[in-house]
């Protein structure tokens, strides 16, 4: 009486080391982890060029417009004119709000580089970039300055 429970063990014992034992479907499951480490990778090389991008665009917008607040003086005589200016030059659409212009009143002469000649038109930009990752929420914020000579 005592064996026929025994023999049962033994028998889904063998079931059981048979199912292990058995390798179909392996390289999918490998293949399945794989493609998402390597999906996972290419999409994070996909948004850090997204940032350096917005970084680039706002770099050129900035210097574009203290440029143009300098020479310009009909297109970009008032910080709005020059904040919208340089939100129409980025290439990225960035809204005028995420720049701020000074003229060279309000301008402190050490942060443009020169103390000796303080006379500059200085625009800097703060944009805060979400990146989309699952389960986290990851934001850095961007951003450029730029100074010209009046």
Same mark, same amino acid.
Request: glycine share 6%; hydrophobic share 45%; with cysteine.
């Given at each position: 009486?005592?064996?026929? *429970? ?5 028998e ?11 390798a ?7 293949a399945?982890l ?14 850090? $060029?997204?940032?350096?991008?917005l970084?680039?665009?706002?770099d ?11 020479v ?8 709005s004119?020059i ?6 030059? !980025?290439? &990225? $659409?960035?809204?005028?709000s995420? &720049?701020?212009?000074? @003229?060279?009143?309000t301008? *402190?002469?050490?942060?443009c580089?020169?103390p ?14 979400a990146? *989309?990752?699952p @389960?986290? !929420?990851?934001?850095? @914020?961007?951003?450029?300055?730029s100074?010209f *000579?009046?």
């Amino acid at each position: 009486m005592i064996m026929k *429970p025994i023999a049962a063990l033994f028998e889904a014992g063998a079931a059981l080391r048979a199912q292990i034992k058995d390798a179909r479907g392996t390289a999918a499951i490998e293949a399945a982890l794989t493609c998402m480490g390597l999906l996972i990778f290419l999409f994070g090389i996909i948004e850090f $060029g997204f940032a350096m991008w917005l970084q680039s665009a706002l770099d050129y917008s900035v210097a574009e417009a203290a440029r143009c607040a300098s020479v310009n003086t009909t297109l970009c005589d008032t910080k709005s004119k020059i904040e919208s200016y340089a939100a129409s030059q !980025s290439g &990225f $659409g960035f809204a005028p709000s995420v &720049f701020t212009a000074a @003229t060279p009143s309000t301008v *402190p002469a050490a942060s443009c580089g020169n103390p000796a000649s303080p006379n500059y038109y200085q625009v800097s930009a703060s944009y805060p970039l979400a990146l *989309p990752i699952p @389960t986290m !929420s990851v934001s850095v @914020t961007l951003s450029a300055q730029s100074c010209f *000579p009046s």
